[in-house]
């Protein structure tokens, strides 16, 4: 019997770590083929789902993940969910000089919902997380008491880990540097929209 699996990925804590593991040649992610790679024996991959928001400053970063979410949308089986990214004012005690910071929203909660949904419509047998967020423990726990036959897999990002999320897991996985390299889309990928997307220079 060949279990059915789903990834859970979740976009930018793979991104900090590749970017801490300084792997920005990696950054051009094929994700499927990612997941595929780390699969447990008689499973395959039936979808793929990444979690990730758009960014908005500065322009050259919009513009390396615009090119790379349009190519990472053509991959067959592969759905995009969006968060947003929260501006919020912060003032300094000191001198009151003040500035903002961006924070990224809902991915966690999004996978969460899209967890538990997949698992009330019998969607998978496997749910493999791509994520070291210990906020996806208590989906996780829900999904491992009320639907005690489906089994997770959590897959770390280089330099990545979680101790919560380990001890909820059925299995985990370390994606290593080697593996991520490996697993690249072509430098030239044609887009839902029939245009090519690039590679950014910067990743190379």
Request: charged share 25%; proline share 7%; aromatic share 8%.
């Amino acid at each position: 019997m060949t279990h059915r699996v789903i990834g859970y990925v979740d976009g930018f804590n793979l991104y900090f770590g590749l970017r801490q593991a300084k792997l920005k040649a990696g950054y051009w992610l094929d994700i499927p083929q990612l997941l595929r790679r780390y699969l447990p024996r008689h499973a395959s991959l039936c979808e793929t789902r990444y979690f990730t928001s758009r960014v908005s400053t500065p322009a050259d970063s919009r513009h390396r993940q615009t090119e790379y979410i349009e190519a990472l949308a053509s991959q067959p089986g592969l759905s995009i969910q969006y968060g947003k990214f929260m501006i919020s004012p912060r003032t300094c005690r000191t001198c009151q000089s003040t500035w903002t910071v961006e924070s990224e929203k809902m991915t966690d909660v999004n996978i969460a919902v899209r967890l538990l949904t997949d698992a009330m419509e019998d969607r998978f047998d496997v749910a493999m997380i791509v994520s070291a967020d210990s906020d996806l423990v208590p989906p996780i726990e829900a999904l491992r008491k009320h639907f005690p036959l489906k089994q997770v897999i959590v897959a770390f990002p280089p330099c990545r880990g979680s101790a919560d999320l380990t001890r909820v897991a059925h299995e985990k996985r370390k994606i290593s540097p080697d593996v991520i390299m490996q697993s690249q889309l072509p430098n030239t990928v044609v887009g839902l929209d029939g245009f090519p997307r690039v590679r950014p220079q910067e990743w190379i």
